[in-house]
């Protein structure tokens, strides 16, 4: 259940989704190796709920988004929207879902095409999808820009002629042109200022209440993730480690990870923040070519003991809706 749904359809299930970029190695390219860089990761979003992702740089979120909306092929696993795995969907059969999921890209200027106006840039979809022509397409590109805080004078203008924040409205209204149901919003404010941010934010709310998306939101600013999420996910090296309610999950993390994750979180009142733990994890991120065995983290991890090494622990449910891959909490479960 999730606090802006009182009861929860699912949208879209991931089963066991994996991902891995094969690399050419030694002499001449010929032994081959795999970026491991997303590994059996399992989640549900129900319709017009928000599921937070959240991680360090290069731990698979973006590549989960861009692997769910088919820009990867997965290499295993599921992706079953509305009952249908676009996972085993050939390019063609994947056209008529194109429509109902969309991205929103982190750089908005990389993501527009700097020689086509912005009229063209949120129409272009409209074409392809045999949405709109002529007058009506016109009339539509115009409700957009007004719909993301734009104007209609702006249509006919290019890309360089805006700043990042109007670039990313651009951006969300190209996304929103196929009227889609699920949106991957990719880092989507971490581009702006910070005063930018909030009105980005925003404005994604209220077109989730408008129109009734459905979001997942990967991002680094954790403060920014809960205020957006119904529920956080947390990734590591590929991995889901924890997921739970937003409250839930920054009142009682249960992962060390997502201990030491939280603890970076700038508190703005002194007295609490003198007072305050901050966990600073040791070493370096392991390669994704070559993981630890066992539990990832268990090379930068406090509590780790012999078991971690041999053993990789399941994602578990150790609370209503608190799901935890953790060793430890297995043995608090036995006990």
Request: proline fraction near 5%; charged fraction near 25%; aromatic fraction near 6%.
């Amino acid at each position: 259940m999730t606090e802006k749904n009182k009861t929860f359809e699912p949208l879209i299930e991931v089963r066991n989704l994996t991902k891995y970029f094969e690399i050419n190695r030694g002499i001449l390219g010929r032994h081959k190796d795999y970026v491991q860089a997303v590994d059996g990761v399992t989640f549900t979003i129900g319709k017009g709920e928000t599921l937070g992702l959240v991680g360090e740089s290069g731990c698979g979120k973006s590549t989960t988004g861009r692997t769910l909306i088919r820009l990867y092929k997965p290499t295993r696993g599921e992706i079953i929207y509305n009952g249908v795995d676009l996972g085993s969907l050939s390019q063609k059969e994947l056209v008529p879902y194109r429509k109902k999921i969309q991205m929103i890209f982190q750089d908005p200027y990389a993501s527009l095409n700097s020689r086509m106006t912005v009229g063209d840039i949120i129409g272009e979809s409209m074409e392809i999808h045999h949405l709109a022509r002529g007058q009506e397409r016109q009339k539509k590109i115009y409700e957009l820009l007004e719909r993301v805080g734009l104007s209609k004078d702006h249509a006919s203008r290019y890309p360089h002629e805006f700043s990042g924040g109007q670039r990313q409205r651009i951006g969300i209204a190209r996304a929103l042109a196929v009227d889609p149901e699920f949106i991957i919003c990719d880092e989507p404010i971490s581009a702006l200022d910070v005063s930018i941010q909030a009105q980005v934010v925003n404005m994604l709310e209220d077109l989730q209440k408008e129109l009734g998306l459905t979001y997942l939101f990967i991002a680094h600013d954790l403060s920014m993730v809960k205020h957006i999420s119904d529920r956080i996910g947390v990734m590591y090296l590929g991995k889901l480690v924890e997921i739970a309610n937003r409250n839930e999950l920054y009142d009682d993390p249960l992962h060390p990870y997502t201990q030491a994750l939280l603890s970076a979180i700038p508190i703005p009142d002194p007295e609490v923040s003198r007072q305050s733990r901050r966990i600073i994890l040791e070493g370096d991120v392991p390669s994704p070519i070559n993981p630890p065995s066992g539990c990832r983290f268990r090379t930068r991890c406090a509590y780790a003991m012999e078991r971690c090494a041999l053993e990789e622990p399941e994602i578990r449910e150790v609370k209503p809706g608190h799901f935890v891959a953790c060793h430890l909490m297995e043995d608090k479960i036995a006990d």
